[in-house]
C-alpha cells in the first residue's frame, strides 16, 4: 500500500493530523495497534483550550463539542481550605476552556474519518519504521499475522509515550529530559452531578484532589495516591471519603456520591524528546513529550503539535514549500517547554511532596498566598490554563 503521510497511532493526534490532512487533499493511513472499542474505552482529558477547539472545528468535527461541550469562565484553587477563584475572562480579556470529553473527541474524530472513507488499520502489530533518510520510507507491521507495508513521503510517530516511533531515532541522535513524580492520580467517573459548576483543584495536607465532570449528570473525579497503589486497593466507599477530606467542606457536604463507572490510575511524569524530527519522521503529542496532567496540557499540546505539522505539510504538499517541516521540532518544542513548565509547576504547589520538609512548605503556603492576592500572578495562570497562542 503507498500513501503521502504514514501516521503510526489512531489516537486523538494521529486521527486529527489524518482529518485535516484529507480535507485538503493530502493522503494518509493510520495504523492503530489497539482497536476502537479499547481506544475509546480509556477515560483521560477533559479540559480543552480554545485553540484545540477551533482546530477541531476546522476539522469538520466541531458539532457535537459546540452542542455539548460545557464553556467554563474560571477554576477554584483551594489551598487547606482557603479558595482562589481564578475568572479567565475577567483576566484574559474573554478566553475560556471547554469542558469536552477525550473519548468524545476521538468518537468524533473516528466518525469522520470512517465518514470520508479515511483509512484505519486497527489490532496493528510488529510496527516497524524503514529508509527515514529517503524520499521513500515505509512501514512494516502485521495484521492477523500476516506481513503488510505501508509506503509514504513522510511517517508521523502519533503512538504515544509507549510507542515506537520515538525508539527508531537513534540514541545519540534525541536527548531526553525527565522527572517522575511519586505518587500518581487515581480517577473515577460515576454518574452523579458534579458537585461544583466550576472545577475545583485542591491541596491538602493527605493530598491533591481535583473535581471535575463530564456533563450535569457524570462527574470525575481524581486523587492524588502512592506511586505503587492499585485500583484494588481503594474501593469506591474509600474513595469517596479520601475525596471529601481534601476538598472544603460545604463541596463535601454536598457530594452526591454512587459506585463508579470507570476507576483507573495514571502515574504523573514530566518528559520531553529533542528533536521532535529525525529526518523523514516527525514526533507528535505523547510520543514526543508528557506533562502531569495538573494543568490540563497533554491533549491540547498533541493538539498544537498537530497545528504546526500540518500547516508545514500544507505549505510543502501545495507550494513545494519545506520551510515549515524545517522549523517544525524547535517551533513546537517552544510551547511544549512552555506548557511543560506551567503543568510542572501546578504539580508542585499542589501535591504532597514526602520528601518536602518545613521550608519547602513555607513556600508552597506563600505561591498560593501570592497567587490570591495578585492579580499580576491570576493574570499568568489564567494565560497558561487557557492555552498559549500558537
Ligand atoms: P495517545 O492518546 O496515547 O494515543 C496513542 C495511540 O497510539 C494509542 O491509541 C495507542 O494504542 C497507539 N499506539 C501505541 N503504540 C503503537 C504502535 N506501536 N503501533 C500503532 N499504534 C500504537 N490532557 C489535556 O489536554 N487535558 C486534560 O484534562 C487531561 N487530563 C488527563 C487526565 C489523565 C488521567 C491522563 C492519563 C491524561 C490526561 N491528559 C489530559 C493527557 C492526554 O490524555 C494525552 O496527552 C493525549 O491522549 C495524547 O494524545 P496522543 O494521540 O498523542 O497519544
Ligand atoms: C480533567 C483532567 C485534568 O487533568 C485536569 O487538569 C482537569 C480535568 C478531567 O479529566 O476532567
Not at 459546540?66 to 484574559?92: K, P, Q, W, Y
Request: negative net charge; glycine residues 8%; hydrophobic residues 35%.
Amino acid at each position: 500500500m503507498r500513501t503521502q503521510v504514514g501516521i503510526i497511532g489512531g489516537g486523538p493526534s494521529g486521527l486529527l493530523l489524518s482529518q485535516l490532512l484529507h480535507l485538503q487533499g493530502i493522503e494518509s493511513v493510520v495504523l492503530e495497534r489497539k482497536t476502537q472499542e479499547y481506544v475509546l474505552s480509556r477515560i483521560r482529558a477533559g479540559v480543552l483550550e480554545a485553540g484545540t477547539c477551533d482546530l477541531l472545528r476546522k476539522a469538520k468535527v466541531g458539532q457535537n463539542l459546540d452542542m455539548v461541550g460545557d464553556v467554563h469562565s474560571g477554576i477554584d484553587i483551594v489551598f487547606n481550605g482557603e479558595a482562589c477563584n481564578i475568572n479567565f475572562t475577567r483576566l484574559t480579556g474573554g478566553d475560556t476552556v471547554t469542558v469536552y470529553g477525550q473519548t468524545e473527541v476521538t468518537r468524533d474524530l473516528y466518525k469522520a474519518r470512517e465518514a470520508m472513507n479515511g483509512v484505519i488499520e486497527y489490532s496493528v502489530d510488529d510496527v516497524a519504521i524503514h529508509d527515514l533518510h529517503t524520499t521513500s520510507p515505509h512501514i512494516s507491521y502485521k495484521v492477523d499475522g500476516q506481513d503488510k507495508q505501508l509506503e509514504c513521503d513522510f511517517v508521523v510517530g502519533c503512538d504515544g509515550y509507549h510507542g515506537v516511533s520515538r525508539q527508531t531515532i537513534p540514541h545519540h541522535q534525541r536527548e531526553e529530559y525527565e522527572s517522575v513524580y511519586p505518587f500518581g492520580w487515581l480517577g473515577i467517573l460515576s454518574e452523579t452531578p458534579p458537585v461544583s459548576d466550576e472545577l475545583i483543584y485542591a491541596y491538602h495536607e493527605r493530598g491533591f484532589a481535583l473535581c471535575s465532570m463530564r456533563s450535569p449528570t457524570l462527574s470525575r473525579y481524581y486523587v492524588q495516591v502512592d506511586a505503587g497503589d492499585k485500583v484494588e486497593d481503594w474501593s469506591d466507599e474509600r474513595f469517596w471519603d479520601e475525596l471529601k477530606r481534601r476538598i472544603p467542606k460545604q463541596a463535601a457536604d454536598r457530594l452526591v456520591t454512587g459506585p463508579s463507572i470507570e476507576k483507573s490510575i495514571a502515574p504523573l511524569r514530566s518528559f520531553v524528546c529533542e528533536p521532535m524530527r529525525w529526518q523523514n519522521l516527525f514526533l507528535v503529542g505523547d510520543a514526543a513529550h508528557i506533562v502531569p496532567p495538573t494543568g490540563a496540557k497533554g491533549l491540547n499540546l498533541a493538539a498544537s503539535d498537530v497545528h504546526y505539522l500540518y500547516e508545514a505539510m500544507l505549505a510543502y504538499y501545495q507550494k513545494g514549500d519545506k520551510q515549515g517541516l524545517e522549523n517544525y521540532s524547535d517551533q513546537a518544542l517552544s510551547r511544549v517547554w512552555k506548557s511543560e513548565r506551567f503543568a510542572w509547576s501546578l504539580t508542585k504547589l499542589l501535591h504532597y511532596f514526602p520528601e518536602d520538609g518545613v521550608f519547602t512548605n513555607k513556600m508552597r503556603q506563600a505561591e498560593f498566598d501570592y497567587l490570591k492576592s495578585s492579580q499580576a500572578a491570576q493574570s499568568s495562570f489564567a494565560e497558561s490554563y487557557v492555552g498559549l497562542p500558537y
